[in-house]
Nanobody
Framework: QVQLVESGGGLVQAGGSLRLSCTAS????????MGWYRQVPGKQRELVAT???????NYADSVKGRFTISRDTAKNTMLLQMNSLKPEDTAVYYC??????????????WGQGIQVTVSS
């Protein structure tokens, strides 16, 4: 069982920066990838960025060039550096751990979410 705790959210003006952190604890099943997702009321949760166990990264087009995802495996921590923030980045951000259970089965663990608000 993996427990995920996000931190670092808050209120920032457009053009500013924030850094989100996700700390994992507990027992760690085999990892496919970790990632950040976000959700606004009335909309589906969407992918922001992912990083695989081998370090490959993937970003949503809307955040490419502005956000950077990274992992510190020694500290069981994943970071999301968010620069040049826009009001449309306002959302609840969720940390995700996608575990590999078998050759064709995976399971998602989620953090509780953290609010990021960008004012114009």
């Amino acid at each position: 069982q993996v427990q995920l705790v996000e931190s670092g959210g808050g209120l920032v003006q457009a053009g500013g920066s924030l850094r989100l952190s996700c700390t994992a604890s507990g027992r760690f099943p085999s990892l496919n990838a970790m990632g950040w997702y976000r959700q606004v009321p009335g909309k589906q949760r969407e992918l922001v960025a992912t990083i695989t166990s081998s370090g490959d990264t993937n970003y949503a087009d809307s955040v490419k060039g502005r956000f950077t995802i990274s992992r510190d495996t020694a500290k069981n921590t994943m970071l999301l550096q968010m620069n040049s923030l826009k009001p449309e980045d306002t959302a609840v951000y969720y940390c995700n751990y996608n575990a590999k259970l078998s050759w064709r089965s995976t399971y998602d663990y989620w953090g509780q979410g953290i609010q990021v608000t960008v004012s114009s």
